[in-house]
């Protein structure tokens, strides 16, 4: 039996445990990072559920302990569900997976409530069970493809096509370009074809010397480089980085820089025969 206090004893636990409630280091450090409302094939909870999904992440430089703090699918209902065991730490730049199943009885990891792929809300809330930590509310999900931020804990939310539950967020980038003449000489003109290898929507090039960006000009059909010219071109994607950069450099030789090199070259074969016969 607890024996019983007097008021102001409670006055004081409640001053002392109140701080610790939610530091306010945890604003902005703790953050719902990607979820996946409509997960098919991607990844299996340690029961073979192909369950939907919620990731949180710890972008500050201190262990955060989410024992006692709640997760929602109704922001008008804090307390929905209570991540209920002694201890669950996050550390500094890590990721923690809850799975979306309403199977509570399969532990701390399992949340009574599943997400809704035609948009609903996940909302994190401190031990009091009104703070609110973070929110997300969302829309239409496709199977497969995630919703998470990018970078990790940023305020930039998009549709990952490479979802990655319980690691760091990644969009992938677009594939590389095939450039139809490699770094040469030539005298009057050159045609060069760019093609996309792979996750292109488009291809975007500078005969400059820059590195190719949004504004850059759009590939449409064959380039022809008459002038000494270095080229650059890049493949992009909505949704992905941009490709790597890939580099040409033309070289425009005039037509006597050329007869004087034929005939140099001329003239060295001959004194190598000449050699050879001695
Ligand atoms: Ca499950
Ligand atoms: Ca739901
Ligand atoms: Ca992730």
Redesign the pocket.
Known sequence: MIPSRPLWWHAVLFACAAPFILPASYAGDLVI??FMADNATTVSDPQGDEDDWI?L?NSGSTDIDVAGMYLTDNLGNPTQHLIDTDSLIIGPGD?LLFWADNDTVDGPMHLNFKLGASGEQIGLYGTDGTTLIDSIVFGQQLPDI?Y?RYP?GSNDWRSMNI????????IGAAGSVDVSEPSRTFTTSLSVTLTATNNADGIRYTLDGSVPTGSSSAYGSALTITNSTILRARAFKSGMEDGPVVSAHYIQLADDAIRTLESNAFKDWVTQKKDWRT
């Open positions: 990072n990607e990731e992440y990721h995630s998470g990790d979802p990655t539950p319980g690691d760091v967020n990644n």
